[in-house]
Nanobody, 127 residues
Framework: QVQLVESGGGLVQPGGSLRLSCAAS????????IGWFRQAPGKKREAVAC????????YYSDSVKGRFTVSRDNGRRMGYLQMSSLEPEDTAVYYC????????????????????WGVGTQVTVSQ
């Protein structure tokens, strides 16, 4: 019953934009922070962004800061990751996940701090 589903991935040209969505069901999203992670082949899982339950505090990794924007709509039980100025290095499987209240786990790079995970969506940045 508890489920997170990512959507919006696909193929995009370098310099392009893409918006990922994370749809929650089976639980109340209001009290949870929404974290975004990515993993590319041969690389470790990386926390790239997070938005706290209060819809105010956010976290971005240095690699995406200034290019990605995280947002949420609790009424629709949705989280979003707007990605701009995409680079080939952004190619990865992107996951959304939730943790209680704040983004402490994402800030610490601790994926184990998240309770619920989506199955991921592929983002490929290529000409």
């Amino acid at each position: 019953q508890v489920q997170l589903v990512e959507s919006g991935g696909g193929l995009v040209q370098p310099g392009g934009s893409l918006r990922l969505s994370c749809a929650a069901s089976g639980f109340r999203l209001d009290d949870y922070a929404i974290g975004w992670f990515r993993q590319a082949p041969g690389k470790k899982r990386e926390a790239v962004a997070c938005i706290a339950a209060d819809d105010d505090s956010t976290y971005y990794s240095d690699s995406v800061k200034g290019r990605f924007t995280v947002s949420r709509d609790n009424g629709r039980r949705m989280g979003y990751l707007q990605m701009s100025s995409l680079e080939p290095e952004d190619t990865a499987v992107y996951y959304c996940a939730t943790e209680w209240s704040d983004c402490a786990a994402a800030e610490a790079g601790d994926a184990e701090g998240y309770e619920f995970w989506g199955v991921g969506t592929q983002v490929t940045v290529s000409q």
